[in-house]
């Protein structure tokens, strides 16, 4: 059985960073995508970032330069180092592999 633990968010002001981490089980977690996104209060889900098992990266437009996705395939964990943070990015972040997600963790960005 597949499980997600997301940890690391919390309030921030403006232009602040956060890094969240997401630790795996019950896969082989070095041979799957790892995803992370976050939904918005009275939006839908959206994607924030990928990596592939080979460290290839993937950003939505509105975090490129800001917020970076990494792995560390020894601890079965993916990271998302989010840095200049905007109100906008307020949201309940979420980490998915294989179709699986974690519990969310609250990111909240305010003045």
């Known amino acids: 059985q597949v499980q997600l633990v997301e940890s690391g968010g919390g309030l921030v002001h403006p232009g602040g960073s956060l890094r969240l981490s997401c630790a795996a089980s019950?896969?082989?977690?070095?041979?799957?995508?790892m995803g992370w996104y976050r939904q918005a209060p009275g939006k839908q889900r959206e994607l924030v970032a990928t990596i592939s098992s080979g460290g290839s990266t993937n950003y939505a437009d509105s975090v490129k330069g800001r917020f970076t996705i990494s792995r560390d395939n020894a601890k079965n964990t993916v990271y998302l180092q989010m840095n200049g943070l905007k109100v906008e990015d307020t949201a309940v972040y979420y980490c998915?592999?294989?179709?699986?997600w974690g519990q969310g963790t609250q990111v909240t960005v305010s003045s």
């Open positions: 998915n592999v294989a179709q699986t």
């Open positions: 019950g896969i082989m977690f070095n041979a799957f995508v």
